[in-house]
């Protein structure tokens, strides 16, 4: 399997820890791509040039974090990531969809932030900005255990993290223990060690 990545990808960095967890690290190449560049192998697999991009194991393009996740989720060792059913799969894909929309939100506003600053939009920036609070504040009202590891506890760690590093000035932790306390836990664990955006 391949994987195209950019470091710096919080969708990205779900992806690499997953499959840290679930022992699949020796199946898959890395291949590290820039998508602001079109790189060609990049285009000749996803036809919006996004990462990540993974290349399944029968040569079937995949996109999406949480399909790529789910994927891998099924062919690694130990237990699912992500229940197969039920109420415990509702509670998980919740919790991974509020922090996906808080990471949406948050590169949203990055983008905006990079652009001239005259053809920056205060009003977007600051319903992205408030857009990412609510989606935290939904995070930390679900009390994230940081001793049960799932999509949905490992994508709000990438979030917060990613928020920590892309936006710095930010103040995601006041008024948030649970994912202050989530975010300790879950960035001393090896596979989010060796992960860490860059």
Same mark, same amino acid.
């Given at each position: 399997?391949?994987?195209?990545?950019? @470091?710096?990808?919080?969708?990205?960095?779900?992806?690499?820890?997953? @499959?840290?967890?679930?022992?699949?690290?020796?199946?898959?190449?890395?291949?590290?791509?820039?998508?602001?560049?079109?790189?060609?192998?990049?285009?000749?697999?996803?036809?919006?040039?996004?990462?990540?991009?993974?290349?399944?194991?029968?040569?079937?393009?995949?996109?999406?974090?949480?399909?790529?996740?789910?994927?891998?989720?099924?062919?690694?060792?130990?237990?699912?990531?992500?229940?197969? @059913?039920?109420?415990?799969?509702?509670?998980?894909?919740?919790?991974?969809?509020?922090?996906?929309?808080?990471?949406?939100?948050?590169?949203?506003?990055?983008?905006?932030?990079?652009?001239?600053?005259?053809?920056?939009?205060?009003?977007?920036?600051?319903?992205?900005?408030?857009?990412?609070?609510?989606?935290?504040?939904?995070?930390?009202?679900?009390?994230?255990?940081?001793?049960?590891?799932?999509?949905?506890?490992?994508?709000?760690?990438?979030?917060?993290?990613?928020?920590?590093?892309?936006?710095?000035?930010?103040?995601?932790?006041?008024?948030?223990?649970?994912?202050?306390?989530?975010?300790?836990?879950?960035?001393?664990?090896?596979?989010?060690?060796?992960?860490?955006?860059?």
């Amino acid at each position: 399997m391949k994987l195209y990545f950019a @470091a710096p990808s919080p969708f990205v960095r779900k992806c690499r820890i997953v @499959a840290r967890e679930k022992g699949l690290s020796d199946r898959i190449e890395e291949i590290a791509v820039n998508p602001y560049e079109n790189a060609p192998e990049l285009m000749a697999t996803n036809p919006v040039v996004q990462v990540p991009t993974l290349i399944a194991a029968d040569g079937l393009p995949l996109t999406d974090s949480p399909v790529i996740c789910d994927y891998l989720d099924t062919l690694g060792d130990g237990p699912r990531l992500l229940p197969e @059913a039920g109420a415990d799969r509702l509670r998980v894909r919740r919790m991974e969809t509020l922090a996906n929309g808080a990471l949406e939100m948050g590169v949203k506003w990055l983008l905006e932030l990079r652009r001239p600053e005259s053809e920056r939009s205060p009003s977007w920036m600051a319903r992205w900005t408030l857009n990412l609070d609510r989606s935290l504040d939904a995070l930390e009202a679900a009390r994230p255990d940081p001793a049960v590891l799932d999509m949905g506890t490992i994508t709000a760690g990438v979030a917060v993290t990613w928020i920590s590093f892309r936006h710095p000035d930010h103040d995601w932790k006041t008024g948030r223990p649970h994912l202050v306390a989530l975010q300790a836990t879950l960035e001393a664990r090896p596979s989010f060690v060796a992960t860490r955006p860059v």
